[in-house]
């Protein structure tokens, strides 16, 4: 009786096991796609010098960029025009300086490479599956950025402008399957947004991004003074 007994609740057991599934998705392009680009554009402006545009009026023409990415290579070089001091133009009309975006290449290259047996078939014989003893997944990023500033007025070319060369990568090692073991700069610029303690010190990328706020002009009666009778007296004319 008793080996019926657990004959019946093995048989419940199997009847109530259910199992749990996850729905996921993922955006048309990957994240290590966007970051590759992105790294790359951003290491491409850090070498271009800004500060020529200090106090002036800039138009960024971006009718000869097309790229992919476009909207964030133009912020960035804005970005870089306001932190050296330069003011955005709106319009052509009220800029001082127009400067012209262009992209020579900004994307990225994919590679895959093992150390193994590569699959063998032998028709009516037999076949051999592929065997990866040491496998590499290779992305590689690049941005290709030129830059040309002349006069809005005159249209007198500022400098020589020119281009601005960079790369990123991401690699991917696995060994007998497993991994994978990453490094690259897309790595390292993840690396270096992630506290990795308390009161970390300093970080490239910063979690929190903070701004000044903007200069407020003096109230209209700063200069005056307010007399015990009610009346409103001119700082310079008490001096």
Same mark, same amino acid.
């Given at each position: 009786?008793?080996? *019926?007994?657990? /004959?019946?609740?093995?048989?419940?057991?199997?009847?109530?096991?259910?199992?749990?599934?996850?729905?996921?998705?993922?955006?048309?392009?990957? +994240?290590t796609e966007q970051m590759l680009v992105s790294n790359a554009v951003d290491q491409s402006l850090s070498?271009?010098?800004?500060?020529?545009?200090?106090?002036?009026?800039?138009?960024?023409?971006?009718?000869?960029?097309?790229?992919?990415?476009?909207?964030?290579? @133009?912020?960035?070089?804005?970005?870089?025009? =306001?932190?050296?001091?330069?003011? &955005?133009?709106? %319009?052509?009309?009220?800029?001082?300086?127009?400067?012209?975006?262009?992209?020579? +290449?900004?994307?990225?290259?994919?590679?895959?490479?093992?150390?193994? &047996?590569?699959? &063998?078939?032998?028709?009516?014989?037999?076949?051999?599956?592929?065997?990866? /003893?040491?496998?590499? *997944?290779?992305q590689v990023g690049m941005a290709k950025i030129g830059l040309v500033a002349y006069d809005a007025k005159?249209?007198?070319? =500022?400098?020589?402008?020119?281009?601005? @060369? +960079?790369?990123?990568?991401?690699?991917? #090692?696995?060994?007998?399957? *497993?991994?994978? #073991?990453?490094?690259?700069?897309?790595?390292?610029?993840v690396d270096r947004g992630q506290p990795r303690y308390s009161n970390q010190p300093w970080i490239e990328?910063?979690?929190?991004?903070?701004?000044?706020?903007? @200069? %407020?002009?003096?109230?209209?009666?700063?200069?005056?003074?307010?007399?015990?009778?009610?009346?409103?007296?001119?700082?310079?004319? @008490?001096?």
């Open positions: 009786m008793s080996r *019926v007994h657990a /004959l019946v609740v093995c048989a419940g057991v199997l009847v109530l096991c259910g199992c749990t599934s996850t729905s996921t998705s993922n955006t048309a392009r990957s +994240a070498k271009v010098d800004f500060q020529a545009f200090a106090h002036r009026k800039v138009f960024v023409e971006d009718k000869y960029l097309d790229c992919v990415d476009k909207n964030y290579v @133009l912020s960035s070089v804005r970005h870089h025009v =306001l932190m050296q001091g330069g003011r &955005i133009a709106p %319009k052509v009309d009220e800029a001082d300086v127009i400067l012209e975006v262009r992209s020579g +290449a900004i994307g990225t290259n994919s590679s895959n490479s093992f150390l193994g &047996i590569p699959a &063998i078939t032998i028709p009516g014989m037999f076949s051999v599956p592929e065997i990866k /003893l040491v496998n590499r *997944v290779s005159s249209h007198d070319v =500022l400098g020589d402008g020119g281009m601005s @060369l +960079a790369k990123s990568d991401e690699n991917n #090692w696995y060994v007998f399957g *497993v991994g994978p #073991w990453q490094h690259g700069t897309v790595k390292k610029e990328v910063p979690p929190q991004v903070a701004f000044a706020a903007p @200069l %407020k002009a003096p109230p209209a009666d700063e200069d005056k003074v307010r007399l015990t009778s009610g009346q409103d007296e001119d700082k310079k004319s @008490l001096k």
